[in-house]
């Protein structure tokens, strides 16, 4: 074919038109191919890692709603099927804001005690042979923020929750946005320029019979460093990203850890409703004072409801260990994640390296022909570099990469 538009040379060749468009698909098909072998190691171990912390959550939400409905049916038999609906809604709550729904977790705390105290009210502080009535509660779950039947542990429930849940939905965000980065380069857009010289690169040396010719590796660099232009500019955010997920993982440890919080609300409820028990007559006064003398209703408060055996062999097991192990698989998948900081700035050295170059001192294809050595300059990676590259013309940023180190700028502030 005299009509080649790249892989046309001096001599006639055994390519047409249309094998070139053919091969023209191919080659784009192969280095998306190359790009997500070379990618898949890392995109499973976030993936993996993700999946599993999520889970992780999950069953220490479970277990926390256990204990803290478990201390109401040991404790205090009489309100536990009231109260439990409140704790089972609470910790909905919990689970909502963790996996990354707007809920606050101030509200969900505050509406918690709210929601608690007419209970309390009804059960412990002054109790009678009937229920309060439905409008006597809400004036008392109106009342509760002024009256403090609990003293400051809702404050310290608040600030424990806060500072514990949000490093914890952070991190999970941020293992999340790690496998949006590496699906967005993994399908890349290739330009004109870009998808001409990997055809060149790849297929044209087949036009004159050359099968089993590789390219140069100074050739090979041009051209993938060529196309991977933006995806190079990713690496400085991916190292930043990488770092800021190491330094978060460190703070989630200890006292202030999703574990050790949410293991121990249950206490936090206990300690609550002893100190309700004990001031129940100054309660029961200003109680009297904002919303008068209680109205009753007949009684209906039936028993607890927990099955308990059900969770609890599974949750007991976990709960010993859970958090050391949560802290250990933190720091092992840290560690085993460091590893590819510099993905993304050696990403064209790997994918020439082991795949697609020829090997030192070997003849090589150098886009016209087969030579001994590569004679062009070698570019640099990221964009400032291409202006000198004598294989790939490159023209601005591709805006979904530049959507995606946006992304990883807001995570690394959050």
Known sequence: GDDLQVCSSKNATCCTRKMEERYQIAAKQDIQQVLQTSSATLKFLISHNAAAFQETFEMLIRLAENYTSTLF?????TMAAEATVHVQEFFTDVGLFLFGTDVSTEESVNRFFDTLFPVVYNHV?????????????????????????FGNIPKKAIGQMG????????????????????????????????SRALLRMQYCPHCQGLTLSKPCMGYCLNTIRGCLADVAEVDLHWRGY????EELSGALNGAH??????????????????????NGPQLSEQVNKICGPPVRK??????????????NQGLKMFSRDSEETLASRRKEFIGQLRLYRAFYGGLADQLCGNELAAADGLPCWNGEDVIRSYTHRVVGNGIKAQ???????????DPVISQIIDKLKHIIQV
């Not at 990488?242 to 997920?245: G, H, K, M």
């Open 387 to 397: 202006s000198e590259n004598p294989e790939v013309k490159v023209k601005g940023t």
């Open 257 to 278: 850890g999703i574990e050790h919080v949410l293991l121990n609300f249950h206490a936090l409820v206990r300690d609550a409703l002893v100190q309700a028990r004990i």
């Open 242 to 245: 990488i770092q800021s997920l």
């Open 73 to 77: 049916c040991n404790a205090y038999r």
């Open 125 to 149: 502080i002054n109790p009678g042979p009937t229920d309060i009535s439905l409008e006597y509660a809400e004036c008392l779950r109106e009342a509760r923020r002024e009256i403090r039947p």
């Open 163 to 194: 500072r514990s849940l949000l490093p914890s939905r952070t991190f999970l965000q941020a293992l999340n946005l790690g496998i949006e980065v590496i699906n967005t380069t993994d399908h890349l857009h290739f330009s004109k320029d870009c």
């Open 298 to 311: 007949p009684k209906q408060s039936p028993a607890c409801s927990l099955d308990r055996d059900k969770d």
